[in-house]
């Protein structure tokens, strides 16, 4: 083949993959950019174990290409047999020894750090802080709920964290099995129907100002069609400002509607859509009967769906046909055919839902 030719094809392929890999390496969702102190251990340890597998690689290569090279047949030496050394005790003892060592170097910090990602002593205690940040996420097709018990608020699609401090995570699901996975900042860990998991991440401010304020979240447990569509954005918020956040949550009340178009919308609302999504983080329905995301602070939020960004032209192409944006969520065929004009003035209400 023409050499030109082929050192350009070779040259594209390069730097497709780096174009591809750089995509990776936003520190909004990298695990390799770590963003708080549970990131921190499990990319230590990330860096720990490659180290060692790159070192075996390195190691097993160059002996290799020794005994090719050294014991390779000569011209003239066909029929000469290298000594023999099967049954070395010397060699034996060598290749059980290096190994057992390697393993050990990995397996001490894993079961240390396995213990302390796994401490959620805290939250469990009876009488804790009431500092302390607790979280009840529930992972439901395609969307993310999150509660804060001792609060009594519920929200979904965005979780808003305080910075610099441990926020402890009841992880459930309610429908099939889903996992919670903040990449840059820790995880992961399944959302089960049958039990509770539990465990504790920090987002750390600088980091949160790196990334521009807002973590991306991911299910990262095959859930269905839309799997790979149920993100969730995550804004962790310097103390003072998250505690100044849950008191507008808990004050709250019933939104107050006064444009006439979002007037029409919220009596739509109030027909077709009330029975599945609450308007206030207040919602005293038990768990099974939060079918659809709390859309009290949905004007505020990061995203349409999870997924597209926040205008009002989203919000309608969502409303119009929600199946052609997340195929297979719950919310397709539950309402009957929207006019454009309707859909017009849902969208007016429903951008009117603020809390901020
Ligand atoms: Cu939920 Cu994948």
Not at 119 to 144: G, H, I, L, P, S
């Given at each position: 083949m023409n050499k030109g030719l082929c050192n350009w094809r070779l040259f594209s392929l390069f730097g497709m993959m780096a174009l591809l890999l750089a995509g990776c390496g936003k520190p909004f969702l990298s695990t390799l950019q770590p963003a708080g102190e549970v990131a921190d251990m499990q990319y230590s340890l990330m860096l720990l174990s490659t180290s060692i597998m790159v070192l075996v690689i390195v190691v097993v290569a160059i002996i290799f290409v020794y005994v090719v090279i050294r014991f390779r047949r000569r011209k003239g030496e066909e029929n000469k047999i290298p000594k023999q050394v099967e049954g070395s005790h010397k060699l034996e003892i060598?290749?059980?020894?290096?190994?057992?060592?390697?393993?050990?170097?990995?397996?001490?910090?894993?079961?240390?750090?396995?213990?302390?990602?796994?401490?959620?002593?805290?939250?469990?205690?009876?009488?804790?802080?009431?500092?302390?940040?607790?979280?009840?996420?529930?992972?439901?097709?395609?969307?993310?709920?999150?509660?804060?018990?001792?609060?009594g608020i519920i929200t979904s699609q965005d979780l808003v964290v305080p910075t610099n401090e441990k926020v402890y995570f009841n992880l459930i699901a309610s429908d099939v099995k889903h996992s919670f996975w903040i990449p840059a900042v820790g995880g992961k860990m399944d959302t089960n129907t049958d039990n509770k998991n539990q465990f504790w991440l920090v987002f750390d401010q600088k980091a949160t100002d790196k990334a521009g304020g807002v973590f991306y979240g991911k299910c990262a447990e095959l859930c269905g069609p839309s799997h790979a569509l149920m993100d969730f954005k995550v804004r962790p918020l310097p103390r003072d400002?998250?505690?100044?956040?849950?008191?507008?949550?808990?004050?709250?009340?019933?939104?107050v509607v006064t444009d006439p178009v979002a007037k029409e919308g919220e009596a739509i609302f109030n027909k077709s859509c009330i029975g599945c999504h609450a308007v206030t983080p207040l919602d005293k329905r038990p768990a099974q009967a939060r079918?659809?995301?709390?859309?009290?602070?949905?004007?505020?939020?990061?995203?349409?769906?999870?997924?597209?960004?926040?205008?009002?032209?989203?919000?309608?192409?969502?409303?119009?046909?929600?199946?052609?944006?997340?195929?297979?969520?719950?919310?397709?065929?539950?309402?009957?055919?929207?006019?454009?004009?309707q859909i017009d003035a849902l969208t007016k209400y429903l951008m009117s839902l603020k809390v901020e």
């Open positions: 060598i290749w059980t020894v290096i190994p057992i060592i390697l393993l050990l170097i990995l397996a001490v910090p894993t079961v240390l750090t396995t213990f302390k990602l796994a401490d959620v002593k805290a939250m469990n205690d009876k009488k804790r802080d009431k500092n302390t940040v607790v979280v009840n996420v529930r992972a439901n097709q395609y969307w993310w709920e999150f509660e804060y018990p001792d609060y400002q998250f505690d100044a956040w849950v008191k507008k949550m808990q004050n709250a009340k019933k939104p079918t659809a995301p709390n859309l009290a602070d949905f004007g505020d939020r990061e995203r349409i769906a999870g997924i597209l960004e926040h205008n009002e032209e989203n919000l309608k192409k969502w409303l119009r046909d929600p199946n052609s944006v997340k195929p297979g969520n719950k919310m397709a065929g539950t309402y009957g055919h929207l006019t454009e004009e």
